[in-house]
């Protein structure tokens, strides 16, 4: 973090590498994000590449928080559900910060950073008590924050609900491969909140992902009981809580 309460965050995904200066105090982005299209194959090589063309045009020499989607512990990269299996057993801490010149790096789960972020700034910050983050988009990902503090890798997309894991149940992915109307698709991520509910009993979802956007379609059609809301920061969350990462103690 820099002596102003800036930091940076890159949040890695399935087609891009997006990535910003943010300003601490507010959770806002101190410039416009830099996007720079995902390798293919997005090997983990690559993807140092791909982060440090980027740290270089934002002309950042800090350093940096970066998500990936995947567990991470003490900055290895342990599973790789919906990425480039190179990646399992990756020391991604030590892979970034020797292709940023040795500086310091944090390594996240990048829905551990969404939910960081939208519990500090975002949909969840005026609620106490545990708040449930789940990003719907190739598989489902999950972010447990008890008064502000992450319990991490929680990896709830591949929790069985209904004899079935949630994100091959509900994922937007699945809505768009099997062609689902929203009522269709409203129904199967109710088996999942209701599954999930009754196990975590939060007090609030906070429901992120490209598909919340369309929020208002399927949110009123879901039939569990915990207070459902759209993700406030939309397509900077993982930036915001990759930056928020760095030096807090948050990351794994
Ligand atoms: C992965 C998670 C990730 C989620 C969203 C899941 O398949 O296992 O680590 O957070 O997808 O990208």
């Known amino acids: 973090m820099s002596a102003r309460g800036h ?8 087609s891009g590498v997006k990535g910003a200066a943010v300003d601490l105090a507010t959770g806002e982005l101190l410039h416009e994000r830099i996007k720079i299209a995902t390798p293919r194959p997005s090997t ?12 270089a045009e934002a002309e950042w020499s800090g350093p940096v928080g970066l998500t990936v989607p995947a567990v991470v512990l003490g900055g290895v990269v342990r599973t790789a559900a919906n990425i480039d ?9 030590a ?27 975002g949909a969840a910050k005026d609620f106490d008590g545990l708040v449930l983050l789940l990003t719907f988009g190739t598989g489902i990902g999950s972010a ?3 008064n502000g503090t992450l319990v991490p890798n929680s990896e709830l997309g591949h929790l069985e609900v209904g004899g079935m894991e949630t ?20 129904a199967a991520v109710s088996t999942v909140l209701i599954g999930l509910e009754n196990l975590f009993w939060p ?21 569990n009981r915990t207070p459902v809301v759209p993700a406030h920061l939309r397509n900077t969350a993982g930036i915001v809580g990759a930056a928020m990462a760095i030096d807090s103690g948050l990351a794994p």
Request: charge should be negative.
């Open 7 to 14: 930091a940076f965050g890159i949040d890695i995904g399935g």
């Open 95 to 121: 892979l970034f910060s020797g292709a940023l010149g040795g500086r310091e790096v944090t390594v996240l789960n990048d829905a551990d950073a969404a939910g960081l972020a939208e519990d500090r700034y």
């Open 144 to 146: 447990l924050i008890h």
């Open 203 to 223: 007090k609030v979802i906070v429901a992120g992902g490209g598909i919340s956007r369309d929020a208002d379609q399927w949110i009123p059609l879901l039939g």
């Open 85 to 93: 299996k190179g990646w399992i057993g990756t020391d991604a801490r």
């Open 167 to 186: 994100e091959h149940r509900a994922a937007a992915s699945i809505k768009d491969r099997d062609g689902l109307s929203y009522p269709q698709w409203a």
């Open 44 to 55: 983990p090589q690559a993807v140092a590449e791909a982060v440090a063309k980027l740290v």
